[in-house]
């Protein structure tokens, strides 16, 4: 498991309400360092998008894992992916099948979630993805 990445910017990394656990927009980080830049269907093939969401998922794993105790984790309830492309893309789904197929090998039935995903001009460090994930908790 990858160390979970710092934020980016003034915001926290995962904020924890009753039973939900946000955690914002994760980006496609391994030991500090952006592995995926640019955009998919245009510098980055749909496959590299794929990897760049596992790894983003990895993240997010992470996250949970720095701010949950053990059997506290219930099920993943949704996540938003956001995909750095041009105006033309459209297999944004295939991109964030990335981050929805290891999940659920991971957690089987407990990650089955409702998902979001949108394609964006540009996104921060120049990111190929950026996925956001609400967790349900003990």
Same mark, same amino acid.
């Given at each position: 498991? %990858?160390?979970? %990445?710092?934020? &980016?910017? +003034?915001? *926290?990394?995962?904020? =924890? *309400?009753?039973?939900?656990?946000?955690?914002?927009?994760?980006?496609?980080?391994?030991?500090? @360092?952006?592995?995926?830049?640019? !955009?998919?269907?245009? /510098?980055?093939?749909?496959?590299?998008?794929?990897?760049?969401?596992?790894?983003? +998922?990895?993240?997010?794993? #992470?996250?949970?894992?720095?701010?949950?105790?053990?059997?506290?984790?219930? =099920? $993943?309830?949704?996540?938003?992916?956001? $995909?750095?492309?041009?105006? *033309?893309?459209?297999?944004?789904? !295939?991109?964030? /099948?990335?981050? #929805? /197929?290891?999940? *659920? !090998?991971?957690?089987? @039935?407990?990650?089955?979630?409702? =998902?979001? &995903? &949108?394609g964006c001009n540009s996104l %921060?460090?120049?990111?190929?993805?950026?996925?956001?994930?609400? &967790?349900?908790?003990?």
């Amino acid at each position: 498991m %990858p160390s979970a %990445p710092t934020p &980016v910017g +003034a915001y *926290s990394a995962t904020i =924890r *309400s009753k039973n939900l656990l946000y955690i914002s927009g994760q980006l496609p980080f391994k030991n500090s @360092k952006l592995i995926y830049k640019g !955009k998919i269907g245009q /510098d980055l093939t749909i496959e590299e998008g794929y990897e760049a969401a596992k790894l983003c +998922a990895l993240n997010i794993l #992470s996250q949970m894992e720095n701010n949950l105790q053990e059997n506290t984790f219930k =099920r $993943i309830i949704k996540i938003e992916g956001f $995909i750095n492309c041009n105006n *033309s893309f459209e297999q944004h789904a !295939k991109v964030l /099948d990335g981050a #929805s /197929d290891l999940l *659920s !090998k991971l957690f089987f @039935k407990k990650a089955e979630h409702v =998902r979001t &995903v &949108v394609g964006c001009n540009s996104l %921060p460090l120049n990111a190929a993805i950026e996925i956001t994930a609400l &967790v349900e908790i003990y």
